[in-house]
Each structure stands twice: as C-alpha cells, then as structure tokens.
C-alpha cells in the first residue's frame, strides 16, 4: 500500500510570511497533484507535477517534484488569509494502476491577517 | 468552466436504506472515479469506471456498492443497505485521460441515522 506522508499537519502563520509544506513517500510516483480543499467541499486541483526534479510556479505558489519522484514540496511566498485551506497531496500510482489517487492527510493552512 | 457536478449536497439515511448518489462528470472526460472522506480522515480512493465497466476498485468497495453510467451523461454510485460508518463525504471525480488531472465535485454528504 503506497503512503503520502504530509508535514506539517497544522500550521498557522502571520500575513506575509513563507511556507513550505512537505509531501513524502517511501514510493514512486508517475505523478503528483496537489490540491486545496475548503471545508465541506471537493478538493479543487492546484497543479499536477510528472517529471522529477519538475518545478512550477502558480502566482505566488512554488511546487517541485522530487528528483526521484518520491516526494514534493509546495512553497508560499508572502502569504495572504485567502490562502487559509487544507492543502492535499495525491499521488499517481507508478507501478501498477494509473487509475487511482492516493491522498495525504494534508496540510491545514492558517494565514491570520 | 466546465466543472463535475454532484447531487444532493446532502442525504439523510436510516440504516439499512439504499441511497443512490449521482454525479455528472466533464463532457469530453472518459474516465469516472468516486472517493470518499471521512470526518477527519483521508480522501479515500473507491472505484474507477471506464468505457462502461470498472477498471479498478479499493477493498472499501465491497458488494455493498456499484457504480453505473445509466446514460450519456450521470455517473451514479449506489450503496444498498447502508451502515452507520457509510456516512461521510462522498466525491465524484473525471479525467480525460487514465494518467492525467482528475477533477473533483463538490461531494455529498452522507449521513446514515
């Protein structure tokens, strides 16, 4: 069974301040998305990462891909409260099924004004 | 923008019910999954569904489930007999592809009494 693990779990920051936010496997994955999720609504897709080594940039949002495809990160630069989300992680199974996600428990974002 | 859609927001169940969940995925998207969420934990993979037949489904999904594409355009995922640890959120999701994004709903909420 493949894991994501993601760290923090909780993490509560000032407007205007970095973060960055962890998303580790002991496996590999043919991809990863990432994806923020409000309370009681379906997980809204940020960006999907294939390459190892892979970064991409989405405003003021940093994500890069393990170089062995085994883990991401997903930096904030100068954070605003409309950040303020549970941040998911989800892998694509690489050597088996490409039909299905495996999530992390996420990250919960507080950006307080 | 085209989005999956997801009907109820909510339903409440007696236990030992059966309760039928619908979804509409994107228009040009070939593949179907469902996954569900409960309180507090991980979103949790259930079935993928391609031309017409399941491709892959997790342990969770036992004969209590199924899933159908009754016409062109629904995704359904009915649970007969319903149990109290059934309640959770319950999300549809689509892609184009088998390796590519995957689009989620905004969920049902399921709540069995």
């Known amino acids: 069974t493949q894991l994501l693990e993601q760290s923090p779990q909780f993490l509560s920051i000032q407007e205007g301040e970095n973060l960055t936010v962890y998303c580790n496997s002991s496996?590999?994955?043919?991809?990863l998305q990432w994806y923020r999720q409000e309370p009681g609504e379906g997980p809204v897709l940020l960006v999907t990462?294939?390459?190892?080594?892979e970064v991409k940039k989405l405003k003021r949002l940093t994500f890069q891909f393990g170089d062995a495809r085994k883990d991401s990160s997903l930096h904030i630069t100068a954070a605003q409260p409309g950040d303020t989300g549970l941040y998911l992680c989800?892998?694509?199974?690489?050597?088996?099924?490409?039909?299905?996600?495996?999530f992390g428990k996420g990250t919960l974002l507080t950006v307080n004004p | 923008e085209p989005e999956v859609t997801q009907t109820p927001s909510h339903q409440v169940t007696q236990m030992g019910q059966e309760v039928i969940l619908r979804c509409v995925p994107i228009?040009?998207?070939?593949?179907f999954y469902w996954y569900r969420q409960i309180l507090g934990q991980k979103v949790e993979f259930l079935v993928s569904?391609?031309?017409?037949?399941?491709?892959?489904k997790s342990e969770i999904f036992d004969d209590q489930f199924s899933v159908e594409r009754p016409d062109g355009s629904n995704f359904t995922l009915k649970i007969r007999s319903t149990k109290l640890e059934d309640s959770a959120m319950y999300f549809c999701?689509?892609?184009?592809?088998?390796?590519?994004?995957?689009?989620f709903g905004q969920g049902t909420r399921l709540t069995v009494v």
């Open positions: 999701a689509s892609s184009k592809g088998q390796a590519l994004e995957a689009f």
């Open positions: 989800a892998g694509l199974d690489s050597g088996g099924s490409n039909y299905k996600l495996t």
């Open positions: 228009s040009n998207h070939l593949y």
């Open positions: 569904f391609y031309n017409n037949e399941i491709s892959e």
């Open positions: 496996s590999v994955f043919s991809s």
């Open positions: 990462v294939v390459t190892g080594g």
